[in-house]
């Protein structure tokens, strides 16, 4: 996947040349400073293209027809492994009783994102930064398999995992429950 991302004409062309602050400090510790942030995204970043494919992990215990509204920017990867990686950080997945690895679909034509370039400090995981108040809807939820997982006391269980498909939007209503991404 790297390898066809770094041969890509129009990959190369999202990847912003600056990386703002606020989304560097965002990068490095999670600080969420939405406003700051989702103000830079707008500035510095693009129009993510229609039918674009991102990957996230996590997002666990949602079903079919689900509606939810981010409240907040939230980070996405074009590479499907390091959304698996991202699901099993912190416990993730062993905490939350599965590991899901999200496909989000773009149906929308004015939502912005920041496609980090390779010179931060995680810019081998293809990272994409989606701008706040998007709605995602639940399209499907397959069980792949089960993995095992542990957490910081090296105790393991086995967990269903999934692929659960996603269809984004920008939020045009307040109906929907919030969640952090």
Same mark, same amino acid.
């Given at each position: 996947i =790297?390898?066809?991302? %770094?041969?890509? +004409?129009?990959y190369k062309n999202a990847k912003s040349s600056k990386t703002p602050k606020s989304i560097l400090k965002y990068q490095k510790t999670n600080d969420n =400073?939405?406003?700051?942030i989702n103000n830079?995204? /707008?500035? /510095?970043?693009?129009?993510l293209p229609k039918g674009q494919e991102l990957f996230h992990g996590?997002?666990?215990g949602k079903k079919v027809g689900d509606t939810i509204k981010s409240v907040e920017v939230f980070s996405t990867s074009l590479n499907p492994y390091v959304a698996r990686q991202n699901a099993l950080h912190n416990k993730k997945a062993f905490n939350d009783n599965e590991l899901n690895i999200n496909?989000?679909?773009? +149906?929308?034509?004015?939502?912005k994102a920041f496609y980090f370039n390779n010179r931060t400090n995680h810019? =081998?995981?293809? *990272?994409?930064?989606? *701008?706040?108040?998007? *709605?995602? +809807?639940?399209?499907?939820?397959?069980?792949?398999g089960e993995i095992e997982v542990t957490n910081d006391e090296y105790e393991s269980k086995i967990v269903p995992a999934y692929v659960t498909h996603l269809?984004? +939007?920008k939020? /045009? %209503?307040?109906? %929907? /429950? =919030?969640?952090k991404i």
């Open positions: =790297n390898e066809i991302l %770094d041969k890509n +004409k129009n =400073n939405t406003e700051k830079d995204i /707008h500035e /510095h970043g693009v129009i996590g997002l666990t496909c989000i679909i773009n +149906k929308d034509e004015n939502i810019g =081998n995981e293809r *990272e994409v930064l989606i *701008e706040k108040d998007i *709605e995602m +809807k639940v399209i499907s939820k397959t069980k792949v269809e984004i +939007k939020l /045009h %209503d307040d109906k %929907d /429950h =919030n969640i």
